[in-house]
């Protein structure tokens, strides 16, 4: 059965068909609470769109919808197949993430909270900055262990007061106070933190009837994708946004939580039935991705686990090739015989049934448990000449140059941003020195304004010369011309001569260029400029080309609307599913994603499962074992990977710091109920294997002797 969903009927409302009977009732059940525990490849996204569907056909609005998601791109995908499934009633829907409904909330109604239409996002960087001036310290590694710490707290639903309050030690008490001294400065700045934005709609929706009042009324049904995802405060905020009614859809799969550590929270799923005792559970075992084998495998792996609804996946594709199980002498040894593999199957080899019709270099994912796995199987690939990327890199969101741009814009849209502006006035130098702006901070400080407040205030020449306030004044007049332009540019035409005037006018490419020794790394800088701002004319709308190059009318927007959006994406469109390149991924990245082949390497004792905590004395024999219980599923999510081919590899020694220890295969791969006959090495895998070794040693061996040859005859 094809994984693609149905095409919508002609009249604008869906069509059932192609859904099988337990994705029928849950797209039917509409009259209150509902569960879907959808397993993996269930066809969830499917199930979603079907229901917002069935729900405008069955008299709501649109925009009485809302389908919240975990991440960007899956909110993109949910909108592109609810348009292709109801057609233009999609445009209303509200399709966004968690955060991106709490930014909605909060434009709304923040003034409730004291905050600004207009305030800012901060970015990872940001706290760590503000955090290190809170607590005085110059450490950034210590400022990210009060940003973890402080961000757990959020999403336990903690202030600063509350954490003093139930502090467990002196360190905790500490901390809370450092954390009341940056939520002082958050409010000084207008500015909230990614956890604010779960965290500041909660307190909105429980303090405030009217606004409660208001979104209730605004929302009939809410849809909540990856819901075993959600941490307390999200289920919170769900609950007051949906009332006693209850009108709501949570699709999750309790199998699949993986992200406890985050605050994730396996709680919300017991809670439900509680909190709703007419919960309708719908649950869908289907599957529409993986072989039998690979399915059994899975299953076997997850069934130690206790459940909260006992489902087994089962799946009509038949039952396909042998899940396979190989143990390798070390890491580069198993590099190899990745390579191997994939060399192996792309020839055909012993897999007639999958190897003529998935040979593309996409078609292949190595997963590993940690981001430190990847570096042996680059080194692997480039020798074999093997596309490759790592997923979860460097967000493009991280790199200088856009953070650099994004301070500009930020400071556009709210001018008591001091984090923004100093950015902004420091990039490109424009011969205002840190003096200047030290004297310009304390000047702020001292009468409780905001950097670009200082800027104009009649007592400024008091502590600053002439000229450093005259300089300071024509970068404000800049900024206040800067921001009048991009609230009149409208739509992407309009965006792309905004943005080249103005980078012009800093002179940023020159910038670049006297900022880097090589040439080529400086243009790629540029490039990435170019990329960022073709990106942000395409979000201002109007006529635009799409992935295929049609072009398509879009809503124009302001690019001070865009703006305001930026803080909440995390990476650009770089159209990565068209790239046919091997995916290496850890596997908390690869979720929700899938490949015809996956290697799941280095499933040893210590790494897959991770270190339980086992030797230290003061862990408790019950977080010991949510600990497993959440490593197995981290296993679980890695086979269901899969479509056509598993490969479960283990290492005999591993490395361990700079010291070489015996590895233990995971408990998992005996969990996995696999025929012994699956664990032979293939003659064929260990042919190229080896002779990509001797290729190696060959290689480092010329290169020996051509160093030796240098040596003699310089007299070394």
């Not at 009259?31 to 069935?54: D, F, M, N, Q």
């Not at 992935?547 to 995390?570: D, F, H, N, P, Y």
Request: proline share 3%.
């Amino acid at each position: 059965m094809s994984t693609s969903p149905p095409s919508g009927t002609t009249s604008g409302t869906p069509s059932i068909a192609g859904l099988n009977l337990a994705q029928q009732e849950a797209v039917n059940y509409m009259h209150g609470p509902c569960l879907v525990l959808a397993g993996a490849g269930s066809g969830k996204t499917r199930v979603i769109t079907h229901k917002i569907g069935r729900l405008i056909q069955a008299g709501l609005k649109p925009e009485q919808i809302a389908a919240i998601t975990f991440t960007n791109k899956a909110a993109a995908e949910m909108r592109e197949r609810a348009k292709s499934l109801i057609g233009k009633s999609a445009r209303g829907v509200l399709i966004c993430t968690f955060h991106a409904l709490g930014v909605r909330m909060l434009r709304q109604d923040g003034g409730a909270l004291g905050l600004k239409p207009q305030f800012s996002i901060l970015d990872s960087d940001d706290v760590t900055s503000i955090l290190k001036d809170a607590g005085g310290s110059t450490d950034a590694a210590t400022a990210r262990q009060w940003q973890w710490t402080i961000s757990a707290w959020k999403n336990s639903g903690l202030n600063a007061a509350q954490a003093e309050a139930q502090a467990a030690n002196d360190e905790e008490r500490v901390l809370a106070r450092i954390m009341a001294r940056y939520e002082e400065r958050l409010t000084a700045y207008q500015s909230v933190d990614f956890d604010d934005l779960i965290g500041l709609p909660l307190k909105l929706l429980k303090e405030h009837d009217e606004v409660r009042d208001k979104w209730q009324a605004a929302l009939g049904h809410v849809l909540v994708d990856e819901y075993q995802d959600t941490n307390a405060t999200q289920y919170e905020v769900l609950k007051l946004l949906v009332g006693e009614r209850g009108r709501f859809t949570a699709v999750g799969d309790d199998d699949q939580s993986i992200y406890g550590w985050r605050g994730a929270t396996l709680d919300n799923l017991k809670r439900l039935p509680v909190d709703y005792p007419e919960l309708k559970v719908v649950k869908l075992e289907q599957n529409y991705r993986s072989t039998s084998a690979i399915l059994r495998a899975a299953n076997n792996v997850i069934g130690p686990n206790p459940k909260l609804y006992p489902k087994t996946l089962f799946s009509e594709l038949g039952e396909g090739e042998p899940v396979r199980v190989i143990d390798c002498d070390g890491e580069e040894h198993e590099a190899d015989r990745v390579v191997a593999r994939i060399q192996s199957l792309r020839a055909g080899g012993e897999l007639q049934a999958v190897g003529s019709q998935y040979k593309d270099w996409k078609d292949f994912s190595v997963l590993y448990r940690a981001n430190h796995q990847a570096k042996v199987f680059e080194k692997a690939f480039r020798r074999a000449q093997i596309p490759y990327k790592v997923s979860g890199g460097q967000s493009f969101f991280d790199r200088a140059e856009i953070k650099d741009l994004c301070g500009w814009l930020r400071l556009l849209t709210n001018n008591d941003d001091d984090p923004a502006f100093m950015r902004a006035v420091t990039t490109p130098k424009r011969g205002i020195g840190h003096v200047t702006l030290q004297a310009l901070g304390n000047f702020g400080s001292q009468y409780k304004l905001s950097l670009f407040e200082s800027l104009f205030s009649n007592s400024l020449g008091a502590v600053l010369p002439a000229k450093a306030v005259g300089s300071l004044q024509e970068f404000g007049r800049y900024l206040n011309d800067l921001e009048h332009r991009a609230k009149h540019t409208l739509g992407a035409q309009d965006a792309r001569v905004f943005l080249n005037d103005w980078l012009k006018d800093i002179d940023y490419e020159k910038h670049l260029y006297d900022a880097e020794d090589s040439e080529k790394v400086a243009a790629a800088r540029w490039t990435n400029v170019m990329d960022f701002c073709d990106w942000m004319a395409q979000r201002c709308g109007g006529q635009i080309e799409d992935t295929s190059g049609a072009t398509v009318e879009k809503e124009r927007k302001t690019m001070l609307e865009v703006v305001q959006t930026i803080a909440l994406l995390s990476t650009i469109s770089e159209r990565e599913g068209d790239q046919d390149v091997v995916t290496l991924s850890t596997l908390h990245a690869a979720k929700g994603l899938e490949w015809p082949h996956v290697m799941l390497v280095s499933c040893v004792e210590g790494l897959l499962p991770f270190k339980l905590g086992e030797d230290d004395a003061e862990a408790s024999a019950e977080s010991i074992a949510l600990r497993l219980q959440e490593e197995r599923r981290l296993m679980y999510v890695g086979i269901t990977r899969a479509q056509r081919t598993l490969l479960v590899s283990w290492l005999r020694r591993r490395k361990k710091g700079r010291e070489m220890i015996a590895g233990t295969p995971s408990r998992f791969i005996a969990e996995m109920g696999l025929d012994k006959t699956t664990v032979k090495e293939d003659p064929r895998e260990k042919i190229r294997a080896l002779r990509a070794e001797f290729a190696q040693r060959a290689a480092d061996g010329l290169a020996a002797q051509a160093l030796a040859e240098a040596n003699a005859k310089s007299g070394l």
